[in-house]
């Protein structure tokens, strides 16, 4: 299985076995994983398109980041993340996201990685800039992102 390593972060691909830790740690942050977990169960090759869990170096459960699926036409993905609130604003989003998308680009089908925020959403807003994605859009809810493989 594929495990990411970053200065202060463990990130691997979230799968049945993860369930018990996730219980033991009380980990609530939203249905995203439960429902990459439904995917996984019937589709074993949806294991890098979906939920990985982020972590402390000790093992704690910082929250969770995801790829909404597998490569689109375009080959793009569009990218996801939540952390609990206790570990907000320490920079942990910005590097499990730039450590996601260094992987992704090494995956040769993968020439995009897309995201989108809420319009108020400053944190996230900075975490996608610093993780150098560029606004392509934006309605009256949300602005759109992507950054591009450089070749």
């Known amino acids: 299985m594929v495990t990411l390593q970053t200065e202060r972060l463990t990130i691997y691909p979230c799968t049945a076995t993860d369930v018990t830790r996730l219980q033991q740690q009380q980990y609530e942050n939203g249905p995203e ?3 990459h977990l439904t995917l996984l ?3 074993p090759s949806m294991l890098h398109w979906g939920s ?5 170096k000790d093992g704690q459960v910082v929250g969770d980041i995801e790829f909404k699926g597998k490569p689109d036409s375009r080959q793009a993905v569009e990218i996801g993340y939540g952390l609990l609130p206790a570990f907000l604003n320490r920079g942990f989003a ?3 996201v730039r450590a996601l998308i260094d992987w992704v680009f090494d995956q040769t089908e ?3 990685v897309l995201a989108k925020t809420d319009l108020t959403n400053q944190a996230s807003i900075r975490v996608l800039e610093k993780a150098e994605l560029i606004q392509i859009g934006s309605d009256d809810r ?3 992102w992507e950054r591009l493989k450089w070749v």
């Open 52 to 56: 990985w869990l982020v972590m402390t």
């Open 41 to 43: 169960a019937s589709d």
């Open 33 to 35: 994983v439960q429902h």
């Open 142 to 144: 949300y602005i759109m």
């Open 94 to 96: 910005t590097e499990a």
């Open 110 to 112: 993968v020439k995009a």
